[in-house]
């Protein structure tokens, strides 16, 4: 287990590398930069102190220099100033991206509470009416866009019915950020519950398909005890699967979500970051983000072990 887990850190390092190279890559290719921006807000700035500027903030430096010196500073700690807000960019990213897992981790758990016993209910009556209806309505969840689902969510819940507030991230009391969350969790979870209704009710109909069912049912068993026991158990391997790779999904529909509701976590962050120019708060802000999907799914990979047995990591 040690070496497997140092073996999967490690990867994962080199994968925030490469993203870090790829990232800075694109975001070095944006139109302007901070002193384009300082130079049109202040015509009284000449081009010789525009040189300078770019000079004191190194962007007249070759891409690969400039690379090299945001890496040596980011591994020494330093990952450098918010334009937009005058702060350490941790300063920043670190509350939101609570925010963020706040959110994206109400949206999971109350995707899987519905996904899970709406799968096995179709899983169990194959072709019957509630198969056939839980299976329509999981597609109508997996075709509707999320900032489209948000529209109108807030148009319902918030605007004609007035049950919950249209965006805002509360007080900071507890109440009041349950309902703040409310519509933003329903507009991400809808998708999630689709996909994850789909494959828990595919991953059932296959484990029953299974020798050991027979056997099971053979000896005896009852129906529950055969599904519960162990069917349930088989089956949830690629449901975990899905659930780590959501991570992913669920980021970029944050971007979107968040954005929509004025919920002030990550995906707010990158959006506006990206929109002013702020290279530093977008920058690790999306390796944030990177490095939590890579996360989840090595969490992934361990609970398979805790599902099955068998399964070795050495």
């Known amino acids: 287990m040690g070496a497997y887990l140092t073996r999967r850190l490690l990867e994962s390092l080199f994968v925030l590398f490469v993203m870090s190279f790829v990232i800075y890559g694109l975001i070095a290719l944006m139109p302007g930069d901070p002193v384009d921006l300082m130079i049109s807000a202040d015509p009284n700035l000449t081009a010789a102190d525009a ?23 980011a591994l020494s700690g330093d990952l450098g100033y918010s334009r937009l807000f005058a702060v350490p960019v941790t300063e ?21 509470i519905i ?19 839980i299976n329509l309505l999981a597609f109508a969840g997996l075709s509707l866009p999320s900032f489209w689902m948000a529209i109108l969510l807030i148009l319902l819940f918030a605007v ?44 059932v109909r296959e484990s029953m398909r299974q020798d050991y069912v027979r056997t099971a049912r053979a000896k005896g068993l009852s129906e529950n005890r055969i599904l519960y026991g162990h069917v349930l158990r088989n089956a949830m391997i690629p449901v975990v699967t899905i659930l780590a790779l959501d991570m992913g999904t669920l980021f970029g529909g944050a971007l979107i979500t968040e954005t929509i ?3 002030l976590g990550m995906g707010k962050t990158i959006y506006d970051a990206v929109m002013g120019n702020d290279y ?34 050495e």
């Not at 509350?95 to 109400?106: D, I, S, V």
């Not at 690790?284 to 399964?311: C, Q, S």
Request: net charge positive.
């Open 115 to 133: 996904a899970l016993p709406a799968g096995l209910l179709a899983a169990r009556k194959p072709g019957s009416l509630a198969d056939i209806t």
């Open 51 to 73: 040189q300078r500027l770019k000079a004191l903030y190194g962007l007249d430096q070759p891409f690969h220099e400039r690379y090299w010196n945001w890496l040596t500073s």
């Open 280 to 313: 530093n708060l977008a920058l690790v802000g999306l390796l944030l983000a990177t490095a939590t999907v890579l996360l989840a799914n090595i969490l992934a990979d361990l609970v398979y072990g805790w599902l099955d047995p068998r399964i070795e990591y």
């Open 160 to 203: 004609h019915l007035g049950w919950f507030p249209a965006g805002g991230t509360g007080d900071g009391g507890f109440v009041e950020t349950a309902r703040h969350m409310v519509l933003p969790v329903m507009a991400l979870s809808i998708t999630s519950i689709g996909t994850l209704l789909r494959h828990v009710r595919a991953a």
């Open 92 to 112: 920043v990213l670190l509350p939101r991206l609570g925010n963020t897992l706040l959110l994206m981790f109400a949206a999971l758990l109350v995707a899987f």
């Open 261 to 263: 509701f004025g919920w």
